[in-house]
C-alpha cells in the first residue's frame, strides 16, 4: 500500500513513478499469428539493452497462440483484477474506520478544518461515491427528532448582542459562529473579509426644519436614518405622496400636485425604501422623509427612530458589480441606484406635526392614515421642509463565515443555506433568529453525517452574512466574487433570514418556480406548530397553496441577489400572522418581547417548524439522485408572458414586427423540457456520471434565463423575469402597453430590440437545455 500510494502521489506532483505493467498484444507477422504476454518495470523499459548491454529483441518471448496460453492469461488478468479489487477494498474500509473514530471522539473535534477557502487538493479525505443508506423516512425523522432538543430561544437570546455591521459585536459575533462551526465538526470551515463602504450618522446630527410664516421650528434631530442617502440640504414645499408608489405620484399629477422642487412626505410600507426614494427623484422631488403611520404599523411608540437604506440595488454601492475584496483597485464608480437626493427617516410624532401644518386638497380616503390630521396634500408655498443629512461613508472591514458538509457523490456542487449575522438595533427577528436557525442546521446536519451515517451525494454549505442591513452587501460581495463559477456549483440558496415573525397563521415564501414543488413537497411533510394533527400543507389551503403562499420576490429579500444577479434557485420563507406585516424592522422595537407577544410565546417551537422546513428541502436536495428543482415549472411561466405579449400582435404587425419568433422560441423550450423528461425515464439514474450530466442541464436552467446581453456592472440584476432594467419581459410589456398610448412617443428601435433580445435570451435557455448541439432541431 505505501508504494501504491507512493505512485499516486509522485503522479500529483508530476514525477516519474515506478510501477508494474502487465500488457498484452497480438503480433500478425505473415500467415501466423502470436501473442505476446508482457511484464516489465517502467524503469526497466526505460533502460536501452538487456542486462547484457544489447538491445532487445521484439521477437523474444512470443508464445505460440495455443488455447493452453490464452487461458493462462485469462487467469492471470482476473487474479491481477482480483487482488486489486481486495487492496481498494482494505484501503477505503480501513479509512473509513478511522474518519469515523476521529470524528465521534468528541463535538470539539474538527475534522477537515481550513481557515481559508480549501482547494481541490488540500482536503485531508477522499471519501468514496457511496449510495445513502439512510431512507427517505428515516433520514427525516431523524431529523425531526435532533431539533427536538434544539434551544433556539437560548441561541437567539445569546445572539441579539450589539451588532451593526462592521463592529467589534459583528466581528465576536462571527467569531462565535465559526467557532460552532468547528466544534460541529463540519469538514471545512472559514472566512472571507471584504472591505466595503457603509454610511452612517456624522458628527453633526441630522436636522429636519419647519419654514413656515415668517419662523423657524425644528422639528427633529433624527438618531435614525437611511444608509446611502445623498448628504446635504435641500428645502421645498411639503407634499404627502401616500407610500411614494410609482402610481401615487402619477396619482398627484392627474390632481395638479406639483412634485418638482418639493420636500416629499411618504409613509413606510407596500415597497422598499429604496424605492420610494428612487420614486420621488424620477419626478424631480428635492428630498424624501419616511414615517410610520400607525394605521401599518400598529402599537409602534409614536417616538420611535427608524433606520434602513436607499441603495436601489445590493451590494457596496461603490464596486458595483465587482467584489470588495482589499487588492481590486478599480477606478471611483458608484452603483446606478444609489439616489443623489437626500432622505430622512422621522419618527410618527414628527409625521404628525408636519402633516398638522398642511393645507391644500384633501388626500384620497385610500390614503389617509390614522393619525389626527386630516391628511392634506400641501404644496402650500408658504408651508416649507429643509432636511439636512449629514450621513458619512466609511470603509470597514466586514466577514462572511462559512462551513460545509462535503458530499460523497458529487461534492462540487452544493446548496447554500444563508442567514443575515449584523443588525443595526436588537435586530431579532431580522437577524438573530435566522443565524440560530443556521447554527441549529448545521449541528442537527453534521451530526446526522458524522453520528447516523447520513452520505449526502451533494454538499452543503452554511453561510453567516454580515452587512444585510446595508442591503446584502456580504452576500452580494461574495457572488460577485465567484461570479465565473458559483452557477456551475451552487444548484440552490436557501434563505434563513426572518423566518419566524408571528404564530404562523400564515406561511409566505417568495421562490424561484424550481422551488415550488420542493417546498410544496416539503409542506405536506412537516406539522403545524400550532396543531400537530395538520401539516402545514393543509393550514396553508391544501392544493391552492401556491396562491396562498407564493409572493413575489423583492429587491430587499436577502435572496434577491442570488436569483436575479447569479442565477441561482433560492427561496425566502416566514411565518407570520393573519393579515399583517411584521412592524418592527429597523426600528429598536425588534425585540425578544415584541417577537413573544406576537407569537404567543411560542418562539421554540415555531422555529422548529422553519428548521424542519429548510431542514427537509436541504436533505431532498443532497439525498436523491436528480434533483429536486422543476426545470418545466418555467414553462408556465413562459407561457404566461407570451401570452400577454400576443395581446399585441395586430399594433406589432402594424409596426412591421411580429411574434412569431418569440412564439417559437417558447416552443422550443417547452419541447426541450419534454426530451429532458424522456431522457430522465430512459436514463439509469445509478449511473452516477448519467445522474451528473442530467443534473449540471438542470442546474443551468435558472441562469440560462440571465440575459448575455447585459453587463453585469451596469445591469446586475440580468434575470429576465426576476430582473430590473429594459432587459426583462415586465419592461417589454411596459413599453407595448405604451402602443396604446397615443400621447406618449414611443422609441421603436428600442421596442426592437427588447422583442430581439428576449427572443434569444429564451432561445439560448432552449438551447442549453436541449443538450448537446447535435441534439438541437431548431429551424431559424
Not at 475584496?325 to 452603483?335: E, G, K, L
Not at 430622512?344 to 408636519?354: K, Y
Not at 402650500?380 to 429643509?386: K, R
Not at 436552467?701 to 440571465?706: A, S
Request: glycine content about 8%.
Amino acid at each position: 500500500m505505501d508504494t501504491a500510494r507512493s505512485t499516486i502521489s509522485n503522479l500529483f506532483r508530476g514525477e516519474p513513478s515506478t510501477y508494474t505493467r502487465f500488457s498484452l498484444a497480438e503480433h500478425m507477422e505473415g500467415d501466423s499469428s502470436q501473442v505476446e504476454m508482457k511484464l516489465s518495470n517502467s524503469e526497466i523499459d526505460s533502460e536501452v539493452g538487456n542486462s547484457m548491454g544489447e538491445p532487445r529483441d521484439p521477437r523474444i518471448m512470443k508464445p505460440k497462440h495455443s488455447p493452453k496460453n490464452i487461458c493462462f492469461m485469462i487467469v492471470c488478468t482476473l487474479l491481477i483484477f482480483l487482488i486489486g479489487f481486495l487492496l481498494g477494498y482494505l484501503s477505503y474500509h480501513g479509512r473509513m474506520q478511522t474518519k469515523g473514530q476521529s470524528c465521534s471522539n468528541a463535538d470539539s473535534n474538527l475534522c477537515g478544518t481550513a481557515e481559508e477557502l480549501p482547494s481541490k487538493d488540500d482536503s485531508d479525505t477522499t471519501l468514496e461515491a457511496t449510495q445513502p443508506f439512510l431512507e427517505w423516512k428515516q433520514l427525516k425523522e431523524l431529523l425531526k427528532d435532533k431539533f427536538l432538543v434544539s434551544s433556539f430561544i437560548s441561541r437567539i437570546r445569546d445572539f441579539s448582542v450589539s451588532r451593526e455591521a462592521g463592529s467589534e459585536g459583528d466581528q465576536r459575533l462571527a467569531l462565535t459562529v465559526y467557532n460552532e462551526f468547528k466544534r460541529f465538526g463540519l469538514h471545512s470551515v472559514w472566512n472571507d473579509e471584504h472591505y466595503v463602504k457603509l454610511q452612517s450618522l456624522g458628527s453633526t446630527p441630522n436636522r429636519v426644519t419647519l419654514l413656515a410664516s415668517g419662523t423657524t421650528e425644528t422639528i427633529e434631530n433624527p438618531k435614525g436614518y437611511l444608509a446611502y442617502s445623498a448628504a446635504g440640504q435641500a428645502t421645498g414645499k411639503l407634499v404627502y405622496a401616500n407610500y411614494g408608489r410609482e402610481e401615487d405620484f402619477k396619482m398627484l399629477k392627474s390632481m395638479n400636485i406639483g412634485v418638482n422642487g418639493s420636500v416629499v412626505i411618504v409613509r413606510g410600507g407596500k415597497i422598499c425604501f429604496a424605492a420610494k426614494v428612487a420614486n420621488a427623484q424620477k419626478v424631480k422631488a428635492a428630498a424624501v422623509l419616511i414615517y410610520l403611520d400607525p394605521a401599518d404599523y400598529a402599537n409602534m411608540p409614536v417616538d420611535t427612530d427608524v433606520f434602513g437604506h436607499v441603495h436601489l440595488g445590493t451590494g457596496d454601492p461603490y464596486t458595483p458589480g465587482f467584489p470588495s475584496f482589499n487588492h481590486t483597485q478599480f477606478p471611483p464608480a458608484q452603483s446606478s441606484g444609489l439616489p443623489s437626493i437626500p432622505a430622512q427617516t422621522i419618527t410618527t410624532n414628527s409625521a404628525r406635526r408636519l402633516l398638522s401644518k398642511m393645507t391644500g386638497q384633501l388626500a384620497p380616503s385610500e390614503w389617509k392614515g390614522t393619525l389626527s390630521p386630516p391628511y392634506n396634500l400641501g404644496n402650500d408655498d408658504n408651508v416649507q421642509v429643509e432636511v439636512e443629512v449629514n450621513n458619512v461613508v466609511a470603509e470597514k472591514m466586514i466577514h462572511n463565515v462559512f462551513g460545509v458538509i462535503k458530499g460523497l457523490t458529487d461534492p462540487e456542487h452544493y446548496v447554500v443555506i444563508g442567514a443575515q449575522r449584523d443588525s443595526w438595533g436588537p435586530g431579532v427577528a431580522k437577524s438573530a433568529v435566522g443565524t440560530s436557525l443556521l447554527v441549529e442546521m448545521a449541528k442537527a446536519l453534521s451530526d446526522l453525517v458524522v453520528k447516523d451515517g447520513y452520505k449526502p451525494r451533494r454538499s452543503i454549505v452554511f453561510a453567516s452574512w454580515s452587512a444585510g442591513d446595508f442591503g446584502s452587501v456580504g452576500a452580494t460581495e461574495w457572488l460577485e466574487g465567484y461570479l465565473s463559477v458559483l452557477h456551475l456549483k451552487a444548484f440552490a440558496y436557501i434563505n434563513l433570514d426572518a423566518a419566524v415573525l408571528g404564530k404562523s397563521q400564515t406561511f409566505k415564501a417568495s421562490a424561484s418556480p424550481m422551488l415550488y414543488t420542493l417546498l410544496g413537497n416539503t409542506l405536506k411533510e412537516v406539522s403545524s406548530p400550532l396543531d400537530s394533527s395538520k401539516t402545514l400543507y393543509q393550514n396553508v389551503g391544501g392544493d391552492s397553496w401556491e396562491k396562498q403562499t407564493i409572493v413575489p420576490m423583492t429587491m430587499d429579500d436577502a435572496s434577491y441577489a442570488f436569483q436575479a444577479f447569479s442565477g441561482i434557485p433560492s427561496v425566502s420563507f416566514s411565518f407570520t400572522n393573519d393579515g399583517d406585516t411584521y412592524p418592527y424592522f429597523g426600528t429598536k422595537e425588534d425585540n425578544l418581547s415584541n417577537l413573544n407577544a406576537r407569537t404567543g410565546n411560542r418562539i421554540d417551537d415555531i422555529a422548529r417548524a422553519a428548521a424542519n422546513v429548510a431542514g427537509q428541502m436541504v436533505l431532498r436536495l443532497t439525498h436523491d439522485h436528480q434533483l429536486s428543482l422543476d426545470f418545466d415549472r418555467y414553462n408556465g411561466e413562459l407561457y404566461s408572458f407570451v401570452f400577454k405579449i400576443n395581446r399585441f400582435a395586430k399594433q406589432l404587425k402594424k409596426a412591421g414586427l411580429t411574434v412569431k419568433w418569440l412564439s417559437s422560441a417558447r416552443g422550443d423550450f417547452d419541447r426541450a423540457t419534454e426530451t429532458l423528461k424522456n431522457n430522465i425515464l430512459n436514463s439509469d439514474l445509478n449511473n452516477a456520471g448519467i445522474c451528473r450530466t442530467i443534473n449540471e442541464r438542470i442546474m443551468m436552467v435558472e441562469y440560462n434565463f440571465l440575459s448575455p446581453y447585459v453587463s453585469p456592472k451596469d445591469t446586475p440584476f440580468r434575470h429576465i423575469f426576476y430582473g430590473s432594467g429594459p432587459h426583462t419581459l415586465m419592461s417589454l410589456l411596459e413599453n407595448l402597453n405604451l402602443l396604446n398610448n397615443t400621447t406618449t412617443n414611443l422609441n421603436m428601435d428600442v421596442l426592437r430590440n427588447q422583442l430581439a433580445l428576449a427572443t434569444w435570451t429564451i432561445q439560448g435557455a432552449a438551447n442549453a437545455l436541449s443538450g448537446d448541439i447535435w441534439d438541437i432541431d431548431n429551424e431559424f
